[in-house]
């Protein structure tokens, strides 16, 4: 039932950052991005729950990349820094109605998805 809008994305250098948004149009239990790139699946690449704000992360993006949120504007971040080429890909942002003990890495816990963003970053 949440509808999610993403922006921020674009290209950058190798080394440089950028921080993407989700706005929310209804409540949350828990937010998470994921990304795509060219020829591979859809991977997991952090959570958040709504409630507490604790977080997960996969292991290629962990020291680098911060999801975060912003309870009076219903907005979710991930700030990402020291990016990679192999960081390329199209960012997904997703919503579940429910979140359990911790923040979900399954695809299949979240129920709403935004259209995506595309992040390129140059050598």
């Known amino acids: 039932q949440v509808q999610l809008v993403e922006s921020g994305g674009g290209l950058v250098q190798a080394g440089g950052s950028l921080r993407l948004s989700c706005a929310a149009s209804?409540?949350?239990?828990?937010m998470g991005w994921f990304r795509q790139a060219p020829g591979k699946e859809r991977e997991f690449v952090a959570s958040l729950r709504w409630s507490d704000a604790s977080t997960r992360y996969a292991d290629s993006v962990k020291g680098r990349f911060t999801i975060s949120r912003d309870l009076a504007k219903n907005m979710g971040y991930l700030q990402m820094i020291s990016l990679k080429p192999e960081d390329t890909a199209v960012y997904y942002c997703?919503?579940?109605?429910?979140?359990?003990?911790?923040?979900?890495?399954?695809?299949?816990?979240?129920?709403?998805w935004g259209q995506g963003t595309q992040v390129t970053v140059s050598s």
């Open positions: 997703a919503s579940a109605a429910r979140s359990g003990p911790g923040p979900s890495r399954r695809q299949t816990d979240f129920d709403s």
């Open positions: 209804g409540r949350t239990g828990s």
